[in-house]
């Protein structure tokens, strides 16, 4: 007769421990918004392989398109065939001869881009965005990225980069990113685009992307 007291206090218990999860805030659910791993071979600017293959239910991830001041080349994504092959396709970004640091970047569009928006009724609380890069070849002129958004604009100040880091790692050796998205500018949203810029120096040189994932909450 003892059985139904003891089941009730241990149900109690796990209610107890349970209650301060709900409504913990943004943090509760965090999940993957979108997710772009570029895993399928494209020659074209559109089309497969530019899509998200992860999208949080309650959201829409626009496909990602490339500046039109990115050169005209065989293929964006696929396998380089030379050199230390990826184990994955990636996105291969060759932005041209005039582009040898970040503010150029900026100023002459070197740029890929993709937008996020919320169901109506919701909206979206980002954390962060995270992707890996690498050099497309072992020169060792500057090459790296900028990130950006349309909450502070795309003017080429620095005061306007979320964030932009050289990368020193090269094919097949992939640098992770994470870009802290946490803050207030980046809450309560109901649409979001981002802009990632490449600055290479000297032509055929590139930078390699895979895996750009924007993490956070729809509510």
Same mark, same amino acid.
């Given at each position: 007769?003892?059985?139904?007291?003891?089941?009730? %206090?241990?149900?109690? =218990?796990?209610?107890?421990?349970?209650?301060?999860?709900?409504?913990?805030?943004?943090?509760?659910?965090?999940?993957?918004?979108? &997710?772009?791993?570029?895993?399928?071979?494209?020659?074209? %600017? +559109?089309?497969?392989?530019?899509?998200?293959? #992860?999208?949080?239910?309650?959201?829409?991830?626009?496909?990602?398109?490339?500046?039109?001041?990115?050169?005209?080349?065989?293929? *964006?994504? *696929? &396998?380089?065939?030379?050199?230390?092959?990826?184990?994955?396709? =990636?996105?291969?970004?060759?932005?041209?001869?005039?582009?040898?640091?970040? #503010?150029?970047?900026?100023?002459?569009?070197? *740029?890929?881009?993709?937008? +996020?928006?919320?169901?109506?009724?919701? =909206?979206?609380?980002?954390?962060?965005?995270?992707?890996?890069?690498?050099?497309?070849?072992?020169?060792?002129?500057? %090459?790296?990225? #900028?990130?950006?958004?349309? +909450?502070?604009?795309?003017?080429?100040?620095?005061?306007?980069?979320?964030?932009? &880091?050289?990368?020193?790692?090269?094919?097949?050796?992939?640098?992770?990113?994470?870009?802290?998205?946490?803050?207030?500018? *980046?809450q309560n949203l109901t649409e979001i685009t981002f802009r990632v810029y490449s600055y290479v120096t000297g032509e055929g040189r590139s930078l390699e992307y895979r895996n750009l994932t924007l993490n956070g909450t729809v509510q």
């Amino acid at each position: 007769m003892t059985g139904v007291p003891v089941r009730l %206090r241990f149900l109690t =218990v796990l209610i107890s421990l349970a209650l301060p999860l709900v409504g913990a805030g943004p943090a509760w659910g965090q999940n993957v918004l979108a &997710q772009y791993p570029f895993n399928e071979m494209n020659c074209d %600017r +559109v089309g497969p392989g530019y899509e998200a293959t #992860v999208v949080d239910p309650n959201a829409l991830a626009s496909d990602v398109t490339l500046s039109d001041s990115l050169p005209i080349v065989g293929c *964006y994504i *696929y &396998q380089p065939a030379c050199c230390n092959a990826y184990d994955t396709l =990636v996105l291969r970004i060759e932005v041209g001869n005039t582009n040898s640091d970040p #503010v150029f970047a900026v100023l002459l569009d070197k *740029y890929f881009q993709f937008t +996020v928006t919320a169901n109506p009724g919701h =909206v979206l609380n980002l954390s962060s965005l995270t992707f890996d890069c690498a050099r497309g070849g072992t020169s060792g002129l500057p %090459r790296g990225w #900028v990130l950006m958004s349309d +909450v502070a604009g795309f003017c080429a100040d620095p005061a306007s980069f979320i964030d932009t &880091q050289e990368v020193t790692t090269t094919r097949n050796v992939m640098s992770s990113f994470s870009v802290d998205l946490s803050g207030a500018a *980046y809450q309560n949203l109901t649409e979001i685009t981002f802009r990632v810029y490449s600055y290479v120096t000297g032509e055929g040189r590139s930078l390699e992307y895979r895996n750009l994932t924007l993490n956070g909450t729809v509510q």
